[in-house]
T-cell receptor, first 115, second 115 residues
Framework: DVKVTQSSRYLVKRTGEKVFLECVQD?????MFWYRQDPGLGLRLIYF???????EKGDIPEGYSVSREKKERFSLILESASTNQTSMYLC??????????????FGPGTRLTVL | KNQVEQSPQSLIILEGKNCTLQ??????????LRWYKQDTGRGPVSLTI?????NTKSNGRYTATLDADTKQSSLHITASQLSDSASYIC??????????????FGTGTRLTIIP
């Protein structure tokens, strides 16, 4: 079974703090993704990566950066957390074969609260 | 703008009953449509994937249908169980240079099964 793990289930930070969210997958997947999920809005893509050290902006990259130094690990960084970044953050990975049936597997999520 | 709309927003049914969830989309050109199940506080889990050439796909008590002409999909749950209580998210993938990475998510239908 594919396993995607995220470093924290719950996180509370203060405005202005630098925040790191870590995601690890154990299936040698090429693609990894970071989403945020807010009530009534559905999942929105922040960044994705299709290879080590490669990244692409998603729909809402402002205020975020990412790092992928190793294939299995994809980090989301909030350089200076703000209250409007309070959200559920979901990491996902996929094989990346370009097939129409390539599936994204999600981690359990990190609920981040910025005070 | 690509959109995915789901109805109803929420649904409550008795255990053992059947139900049908709806998804309308405007994504074009269209590659595939997926249904995910998301338990409270967890990441989404894939239930079914259908390409544009498929009309129906089953996964146990879950049956998804797709009408690519009218851009509609439905998820039918048979003989509901308490464990079916979750949010069900319709996800549509356009054809893109990167394959399936840029997904469009619906906001989900919150299903509650009561004993």
């Amino acid at each position: 079974d594919v396993k995607v793990t995220q470093s924290s289930r719950y996180l509370v930070k203060r405005t202005g703090e630098k925040v790191f969210l870590e995601c690890v997958q154990d299936m040698d997947h090429e693609n990894m993704f970071w989403y945020r999920q807010d009530p009534g809005l559905g999942l929105r893509l922040i960044y994705f990566s299709y290879d080590v050290k490669m990244k692409e902006k998603g729909d809402i990259p402002e205020g975020y950066s990412v790092s992928r130094e190793k294939k299995e690990r994809f980090s989301l960084i909030l350089e200076s957390a703000s209250t409007n970044q309070t959200s559920m953050y979901l990491c996902a990975s996929s094989l990346g074969v370009g097939s129409p049936t390539d599936t994204q597997y999600f981690g359990p999520g990190t609920r981040l609260t910025v005070l | 703008k690509n959109q995915v709309e789901q109805s109803p927003q929420s649904l409550i049914i008795l255990e053992g009953k059947n139900c049908t969830l709806q998804c309308n989309y405007t994504v074009s050109p269209f590659s595939n449509l997926r249904w995910y199940k998301q338990d409270t506080g967890r990441g989404p889990v894939s239930l079914t994937i259908m390409t544009f050439s498929e009309n129906t796909k089953s996964n146990g008590r879950y049956t998804a249908t797709l009408d690519a002409d009218t851009k509609q999909s439905s998820l039918h749950i048979t003989a509901s169980q308490l464990s079916d209580s979750a949010s069900y998210i319709c996800v549509v993938s356009p054809i893109s240079n990167f394959g399936n990475e840029k997904l469009t998510f619906g906001t989900g239908t919150r299903l509650t099964i009561i004993p």
